[in-house]
């Protein structure tokens, strides 16, 4: 259903402990968002690379950062991990082409810190 | 923070009911979105709807969008029980930015 693979799928980490989640889009998708969904909630917008440039930030702290590779790949990392840090982090992406058409989301990536 | 509010927040339904579900929002959109998550996993689209269009069918899907009243509905007719899920509405502020969420409405579909 989904062109969009997440790793790892569950993640624990201690407080304080950096993490790097991984994405890898569409052939094709230049644009690669990345979502926070903490439980019961929706996802809240983290940041967005647009052809291996940022181009768009939520209200999240510096220590959250990322990376965009030509080869559709992608990664969020997040330093000096806190328990609010504890979600579902969910990598979306899509291609400029068809800008009217929805994300293509992974399955996500859920974070537990302790 | 929400752009989009989703009423109600729960829903419980029989198979082959209908259900609808609303969303508003607060600033001028470029197209709002409608996704489907199953078991806190990941987002599947639904169905967009642009900011000049007015209603928009999908199989079973219907949405419409209100741009004076700020807001949307969806309704899934002959409701399954694979149904089930939290749906969400996402707006697009000008085509090319990214979503902004809703909290969702939790969708029961009951055998």
């Known amino acids: 259903e989904t062109g969009v693979t997440q790793s790892p799928t569950h993640l624990i980490k201690t407080r304080g402990q950096q993490v790097t989640l991984r994405c890898s889009s569409q052939?094709?998708?230049?644009?690669v968002s990345w979502y926070q969904q903490a439980l019961g909630q929706g996802p809240q917008f983290i940041f967005q690379?647009?052809?291996?440039?940022?181009?768009g930030r939520g209200n999240f702290p510096p220590r959250f950062s990322g990376l965009q590779f030509p080869n559709y790949s992608s990664e969020l990392n997040v330093n000096a991990l806190e328990l609010d840090d504890s979600a579902l982090y969910l990598c979306?992406?899509?291609?400029?082409?068809?800008?009217?058409?929805?994300?293509?989301f992974g399955s996500g990536t859920r974070l537990t810190v302790v | 923070s929400q752009q989009g509010e989703e009423d109600p927040q729960a829903l419980s339904i029989q198979e082959g009911e209908n259900a609808t579900m609303n969303c508003s929002y607060k600033?001028?959109?470029?197209?709002l979105q409608w996704y489907r998550q199953n078991s806190g996993r990941g987002l599947v689209h639904l169905i967009l709807?642009?900011?000049?269009?007015r209603e928009k069918h999908s199989g079973r899907l219907r949405v419409t969008l209100d741009t004076s009243k700020k807001s949307s509905s969806l309704l899934i007719t002959a409701s399954r029980a694979a149904d089930t899920a939290s749906y969400f509405c996402?707006?697009?502020?000008?085509?090319?930015?990214?979503?902004?969420f809703g909290k969702g409405t939790m969708l029961l579909v009951s055998p």
């Open positions: 996402a707006t697009d502020l000008s085509g090319y930015s990214t979503l902004t």
């Open positions: 709807i642009r900011s000049n269009e």
């Open positions: 600033t001028s959109i470029n197209n």
């Open positions: 979306a992406s899509r291609t400029d082409r068809r800008l009217n058409y929805g994300y293509t």
């Open positions: 052939s094709g998708h230049n644009t």
């Open positions: 690379y647009y052809r291996e440039e940022e181009n």
